[in-house]
C-alpha cells in the first residue's frame, strides 16, 4: 500500500490538472486564454508589429490586436503563437522547476502578468489578471515551498492538456475565424495540417515536462 501511495503522490500535479481540465474548464480555461493571447502579444512585439491591445472575456474566449502588414512570416508567426504559446510556456515551467529555480520562476510569472495587464483594454480581462497577480502574491507569501513546486507543475501540466482541448475545440469549430484558418488564408497550407501540427507540438511538450518532472511509467 505504500508503494502504491508513493507512486500516486509522484503524479499528483498531472492528475490535479487532468481533474481541473475535465470537470473545471470552464475555469481553468481563463488560464490558457491568458498564456494563448499573451503568446500572440510577445510574437507581435517580436516580429516588429504594433501591439493595440488584449481583450479577455468572461466566455473564456480572447482577442489580441496588432497592427502591421496582413500578411507575411510576422503576421504568420503572430498567428501561429497563439496555440504555441501554452506548451512553450509549459516547457519553460517544467525546466526551471527541474533546475531547481522556484523563485525565479515566481517572479517571471508575476512580471509576465503584470506586463500583460498593461495592454488589457477591457474591465473583466484587468479583474481577471489583477486576482492572478493578487493570487501569486498571496501563494509566495502564505504556502510552503513544496506546495509552490506543485502548483507549478499542476500550471505544467494543464497548459498542456487545456491546450490539447482547445485544439480539439478548434477542429469543431466552422465559423472559419480561429487562428487556425487564419493561418490557412495566410499561407495556405491545409487548416488539418496546422491543427496536426500543433497536435504533435503540444504532446511532445508533455513529453519534455514528463521527463523534467522525472516521471516513470507506473509498476503497481
Do not use: C
Request: hydrophobic share 55%.
Amino acid at each position: 500500500m505504500d508503494q502504491i501511495l508513493d507512486t500516486l503522490g509522484d503524479y499528483t500535479a498531472l492528475v490535479a490538472a487532468l481533474a481541473l481540465v475535465v470537470l473545471l474548464w470552464t475555469v481553468v480555461r481563463h488560464v490558457v486564454t491568458i498564456v494563448h493571447e499573451g503568446g500572440h502579444a510577445l510574437a507581435a512585439l517580436a516580429t516588429g508589429r504594433q501591439l493595440v491591445g488584449i481583450r479577455l472575456h468572461s466566455d473564456t474566449s480572447g482577442l489580441t490586436l496588432s497592427r502591421g502588414k496582413p500578411y507575411g512570416a510576422g503576421m504568420v508567426v503572430t498567428a501561429a503563437a497563439g496555440y504555441l504559446a501554452p506548451p512553450l510556456a509549459a516547457m519553460f515551467v517544467a525546466f526551471l522547476m527541474s533546475e531547481g529555480h522556484l523563485r525565479f520562476l515566481g517572479l517571471v510569472t508575476l512580471a509576465a502578468v503584470a506586463i500583460m495587464l498593461i495592454f488589457i483594454r477591457n474591465v473583466f480581462g484587468a479583474l481577471l489578471l489583477v486576482g492572478a497577480i493578487v493570487g501569486l502574491i498571496w501563494l509566495d507569501g502564505h504556502s510552503t515551498v513544496d506546495l509552490q513546486g506543485q502548483l507549478f507543475f499542476v500550471l505544467a501540466w494543464l497548459l498542456v492538456l487545456g491546450n490539447l482541448r482547445t485544439i480539439s475545440e478548434t477542429t469543431r469549430n466552422r465559423t472559419g475565424r480561429t487562428d487556425v484558418d487564419g493561418l490557412w488564408r495566410l499561407t495556405h497550407i491545409p487548416r488539418g495540417l496546422w491543427i496536426a501540427v500543433l497536435y504533435t507540438v503540444t504532446v511532445g511538450a508533455g513529453a519534455v515536462v514528463w521527463n523534467l518532472q522525472g516521471l516513470q511509467i507506473p509498476v503497481i
